[in-house]
Each structure stands twice: as structure tokens, then as C-alpha cells.
């Protein structure tokens, strides 16, 4: 019989890790439909009496979104300029009791292709701290996202939090996502733009990230090197910018479909970008 675990402690959590490998439970929402034929064969750790990881906070250059955060609290909190990108994913990812229950941590757990949080979270450069009884360590997004339900966190450790860095420079961000619907949908296709603005409006910096494209959420670097040192103009998207994406076709579309929806979507948050 699979075995159940409340800690209140994260060292105690921890040690449970180290000895008998379970699954970390936090919000479930990913964790439970993938069992509705039958109930849970793996042991659980449930780790939500943990104290102290729940408040999301600004922590010097960067904000800490610990393990517990829920989408709902990340959509409460009082994000700076630049942010805006987390707060817009934050209200079009399901519902609101799935927003009140799902935290942003479990959605890169669970490394779906089609998750979300990770385009806003990739193209804003974060980093995730991971924790077991040998020490903590920290590595990008980018490096800990191996593949479709495929991560770089150690059976033994589990995911702290997020390091999100605040921005330095006058900044602007904006998610978009399409899907069959507006709510309760898995994305066609869904995107993150980051712009960092100089005193003369033009972009010194810009990031992008797709997901639901490929096996994995990807950044663009073309694109990105060629909205450096210009203004927001859709007319400088090249299909080229988007070669580093992989679509495939399934129920929810085409390749081709995703690669113009994409396309559009890009011009469209381009076009809107008003520098800050």
C-alpha cells in the first residue's frame, strides 16, 4: 500500500526524500487527473503544512516565489514593471479554483510542453533553487527543463523556490496564449516577450519564449538579436526567428498552424509594446 506523508518541517520532508523517494505533492492539480482510473501506487509526500513557503517576496535584485505560491497569490502580489508577463499568465491558467490551489513551482515540475508558466518564467531569465539533506544549489529554468516530463531535479531533492530578477532597466513583458477557448484550455501555442528599454525608446534588450511548440518550451535567440537596438515592430519577425521551435501535429493543430500562430501572436505583442 502507497504510503502517506505530512511533514511540518522541511528538514523532516528532506529526510523522507532521501530515504523512501516519494512523490511530492503540493497543489495536485497535474498530479490527481493522471490517476482518476485508479488511485495512487507511489508514496506521497504532501508537502503543504511546510511553514515558510508560501509569501512571495522582493529579496535585493530578485523576487523569491517559494514552493507553495499558488498562481492566485502570484496574481495578488504587487509586481513591478516589467513583470507583467507573470501576472497575465497568472489569470488565464485555468480556473479560479485551479488558481487558488496550483502553484507556479508544480507547473515546472510536472515539465509539461504545453505548461504555461514557463515561457514568462524563461524569458525573465529565473532560476530554481532545489534543496536536499546535502545543500541547496541553483540553476536556470532553462538547464533544469530537460524535456516533456523531464527535469533536472534529483529524486532526492525537492524544488525550493524561484529566483525571479527584478528588472534594472525601464522594462515592459506581456504573455499570450491561444487555445480552443480563452479559460480552461491546454494552449495551441503560447509566448512571453521581455523588452528592457533605453532613454531613446529602443530596445538594449529583448527576450522571447514559446511553448506548446516543440517537446519543450524554447527561447529565440535570432529574434532577440534582431529586436536589440530597435523599436517594437512586427515587421522585423522573420520566419527564420523561428526555426529553434519543433511543432508537431496532434488533436489541438497542425505544425504549420502552430508555426502561424505563433507568427501572429509575436506581431501582435510587438505591435502593443508600448516602451516604458
Known sequence: MAGYSRPTDLAAALSLLAERRPVILAGGTDHFPARVAAGPAEDILDITALGG??????????LWVPCLATWADLGAANLPAGLEALTQAAAQIGGVQIQNTATLCGNLCNASPAADGIPPLLALDA???LASLAGRRRMSLDAFLLGPRQTARRPEEMLLGLHIPLPVAPSRSVFAKLGARRYLVISIVMLALVAEFGADGMISRARVAVGACGPRARRLP?????LAGARPDPALLRRAHLAPLLPIDDMRGTAAYRLDAVATLLRRALAGMVPA
Open 127 to 129: 532560476e530554481v533553487e
Open 222 to 226: 535570432a529574434l532577440e538579436a534582431a
Open 53 to 62: 513557503l508560501r509569501a512571495i517576496e522582493r529579496r535585493g535584485d530578485h
